[in-house]
């Protein structure tokens, strides 16, 4: 019913910068918040950043002032513009989204894209 696709990662130098877009499609209704996790080599899955339907975001303290999350609530994407990349930000990046669907039922899911791989290496 909904899909989430990833696009932008890639390998970079450290000191480059990468953008991720996730663009969401399907039985959408309405897209409440949405997220960037990262999960690296051996460790668990954390959130990286997310924004609200309004734009209020927020960050994990490791990427604070060199990640900017942004959304396009009418192209139903999500970005994730990175600077001044670290090679402790390798790992596969996935979008995810809180999603009223179109649908009798209203249901609301999360849901999640398939992940891209960033990494940072020189």
């Known amino acids: 019913q909904v899909q989430l696709v990833e696009s932008g990662g890639g390998l970079v130098q450290p000191g480059g910068s990468l953008r991720l877009s996730c663009a969401a499609s399907?039985?959408?209704?309405?897209?409440?918040?949405m997220g960037w996790y990262r999960q690296a080599p051996g460790k668990q899955r954390e959130l990286v950043a997310a924004?609200?339907?309004?734009?209020?975001?927020n960050y994990v303290d490791s990427v604070k002032g060199r990640f900017t999350i942004s959304r396009d609530n009418a192209q139903n994407t999500v970005y994730l513009q990175m600077s001044s990349l670290k090679p402790e930000d390798t790992g596969v990046y996935y979008c995810n989204a809180d999603i009223l669907l179109r649908a009798v039922s209203a249901a609301r899911y999360e849901y999640w894209g398939q992940g891209t791989q960033v990494t940072v290496s020189s």
């Open positions: 399907g039985s959408i209704r309405i897209i409440y918040a």
């Open positions: 924004i609200a339907t309004g734009g209020s975001t």
